[in-house]
């Protein structure tokens, strides 16, 4: 089906924009806005160039080989992948329960994930739009401006992004292509000495991070009518929780909430995410559209990631983050908050969380066990689900009896926001660009709807000239008559 | 600070660093990694190799306390077989992108690090194909070679 401003009702006359490709986010993604003659907006849509080639370049590769292979996949959550690359393997071997050293070491890498990740995001890619105003000329909407404005945030900010990255190198033994989860466990756990390494600046983490969310909340509050409307939609939240409905980004079941807040779904195993969970193919798109196959296409799309999660659980165990947690559910008066924006808040709540529980398992001598890894009966089928920064991620393999993988199909956050990113976007081109002449700010607009998902577009290659950033104004003949390249 | 979060960097540090930038799976971006490879088997104490898939702004941090600092990188557009040309800090459009260019990481040191920047040097190996999975292609291997006797030659 087509939603609105999906697909212009009649092409002839309109003009084409393309902001291409959009900056501050991964990879390769494009917008094009139809507009008429009178600049009024009658299609929006954003191309997101999605995995290609990855089962060509898994098919056939020993199954042992998958969770390092994946992380050459994408240079920005590499350990996600890792991780649920793992979790699905675990299957195969006949892993069903991690020893307690494996699983706490595997969570604690995960968290030294989302932690770099959400800090990466926050305080380098969107606070500068936030805290300068989507307006505001373009050299001040970068790091830079922050810096020399808010100069304890951005050091902050690359100090608790560091942090997170140092959680990964002690936890996967490497600061990249990291071997520390293995199909049924890990192979290394800490050292003493690793811990204390890390103990020495967890608490100072915490710290910063709750001064983050207080700033993120902030924000909000100090501009509640923009940022509660700003590209605003209401639909369902899925996620993973806890079997007690607590937050659980490692583990948990599948639970959805309708856009009132009501359970849709809930105790789901990931393993059966399938008979819940359809993608459609749009043939405007390579990425597909994931839909609650109970509610169809037209009703059945959702929200992943840190606004849904803080909503979709019923708690958060560590305290912290869940004082701040109830003060965002209190925000929204009974019903889901639907801002785009306070995806801002919900990920600060998250990385402090991620925070704290860093801190209780660096008390936690199960991470310096030597008990590592269990096997079981071997599978065929093996499907691994997590809490990735962007949201919930599916790995998904079949093995033959020499241990080749023959099949794998991930679904990745951004696949699963597609839909919710695209709505952003035409619902802010309808309140912002409709009936207006287009200026860089006014596009700066689309893309801070698109970052406040934080996408991860693409496993795009990153060598040096590879990402010119330019917008392109494109008649109806397909003719280029304006062209502005975002450059230094 | 001192621990893993520390703006100061580790205690003692080598004091050249080749900083090595690309995925080895994505044909002529293995560029960089290949050349740390065969600087590391150089086997040079003074010299520490690091790799990433790409530059952050954490890789700041990793500046510190060096004498002299070079990326590494595939180009898809160098003069070949390599360019290598003095770094300064600068505030380019890949401020706003999960990847920094080499620039883009001394501006952001320039802001949080209290400490004068090193020499700086990019070495910009031509590449030509990136696809996810291919091997390096022969032209860029070839120039690869020419890439490493120059970082030989600046590392002395």
Redesign the interface.
């Known amino acids: 089906m087509a939603f609105e401003l999906e697909t212009a009702s009649q092409r002839a006359g309109l003009r084409r924009v393309a902001i291409d490709p959009v ?4 990879g390769h993604g494009k917008v094009t806005i139809l507009l008429d003659s009178d600049d009024h907006v009658h299609q929006v849509r954003l191309h997101i160039v999605e995995f ?3 089962e ?2 898994i098919q056939g590769r020993p199954y042992w080989e998958v969770p390092v ?1 994946v992380q ?2 994408c ?2 959550c ?1 350990v996600s992948h890792h991780l649920a690359a793992s979790k699905a393997l675990d299957q195969i071997v006949g892993a069903k329960k991690l020893t307690p050293t494996a699983e706490k070491v595997r969570r604690l890498m995960h968290y030294g994930q989302i932690m ?1 990740s959400h800090a ?1 995001h926050f305080f ?2 969107s606070s500068p739009d936030l805290l300068f105003g989507f307006d505001s000329e373009i ?1 001040k ?4 401006g922050v ?2 404005e808010h ?1 304890e945030v ?2 902050q ?7 997170g ?3 990964i190198r ?1 936890t996967a033994g490497k ?3 990291g071997t520390g989860s293995i199909p049924g466990g890990i192979n290394k756990s800490l050292t003493v000495a690793e811990r204390d ?5 967890a608490y ?2 915490i710290g910063w991070a709750r001064d983050a969310v207080h700033l993120a909340k902030k924000l909000h509050l100090a501009n509640i009518g923009l940022y509660n409307s700003f590209g605003a939609f209401r639909s369902n939240l899925l996620s993973l929780v806890s079997p007690t409905g607590a937050m659980d980004l490692y583990d948990g079941v599948l639970r959805a909430r309708d856009e009132v807040g009501e359970i849709l779904f809930d105790h789901i195993e990931p393993d059966r995410y399938w008979e819940y969970l359809v993608e459609e193919v749009k043939p405007w798109s390579y990425m597909k559209f994931p839909y609650i196959k109970s509610l169809g296409s037209e009703r059945g799309w959702y929200k992943v990631g840190p606004l849904a999660r803080v909503q979709n659980c019923d708690e958060i165990e560590t305290p912290l983050a869940d004082a701040e947690r109830r003060e965002l559910v209190d925000f929204g008066g009974g019903q889901p908050v639907h801002a785009t924006l306070a995806y801002h808040w919900a990920r600060m709540i998250e990385m402090l969380h991620a925070t704290e529980a860093i801190k209780d398992l660096l008390h936690d001598d199960d991470l310096l066990g030597e008990d590592l890894v269990v096997k079981g009966e071997r599978h065929e089928r093996g499907i691994g689900v997590l809490e990735a920064p962007r949201g919930t991620l599916i790995h998904h393999y079949r093995v033959n009896e020499d241990d080749q993988i023959v099949r794998a199909n991930l679904i990745v956050s951004t696949t699963h926001n597609n839909q919710a990113m695209n709505e952003a976007i035409r619902q802010v081109a309808k309140r912002y660009l409709d009936g207006r002449k287009l200026t860089e700010p006014l596009l700066n607009h689309v893309e801070v709807a698109i970052r406040a998902f934080d996408p ?1 577009l693409s ?1 795009a ?7 010119p ?1 330019a917008i392109e104004l494109v008649d109806a003949d397909g003719e280029v008559v304006d062209r502005l390249v ?3 | ?7 100061s960097g580790p205690a003692r540090v080598a004091p050249k660093l080749v900083f090595a ?9 293995a560029l960089g990694p290949l050349a740390a490879e065969r600087v590391a088997a150089l086997g040079r104490d003074e010299v520490e190799v ?5 530059l ?3 890789h ?2 990793d500046l510190v306390g060096r004498e002299l600092v070079i990326f590494v ?6 003069a070949e077989p390599f360019t290598c040309e003095p770094a300064a800090p ?10 920094l ?1 080499p620039a883009a990481v001394l ?2 040191y320039t ?2 690090v209290d400490a004068p920047l090193p020499p700086i040097f ?1 070495v ?1 190996i031509r ?1 030509y194909a ?4 291919e091997a390096p292609s022969a032209r860029a291997l070839e120039n690869l070679e020419a890439a490493v006797l120059e970082l030989e030659r600046l590392l002395r």
């Open positions: 900056t501050r986010v991964e290609r080639g990855f060509k370049f292979m050459r996949l240079g920005i590499p770099q990466l380098h890619l050299a909407r970068n790091i830079v810096a020399a100069p951005a050091r900010g690359v100090a608790l992004r560091k942090f990255q140092e959680v002690v600061r990249i292509h390494y890390l103990l020495a600046d100072r983490m991860c496993c290659t990153h060598a040096l000239g590879k990402m950033l975002k450059d230094a | 600070m001192s621990g893993a979060g520390g703006e930038v690309g995925n080895p799976s994505r044909g002529d971006d690091l790799t990433d898939f790409q952050q702004v954490e700041a941090l990188d595939a180009s898809v557009s160098a600068a505030r380019d459009a890949t401020h706003t992108s999960h990847a260019s501006d952001a802001r949080v990019v910009a590449g990136f696809e996810l999975g």
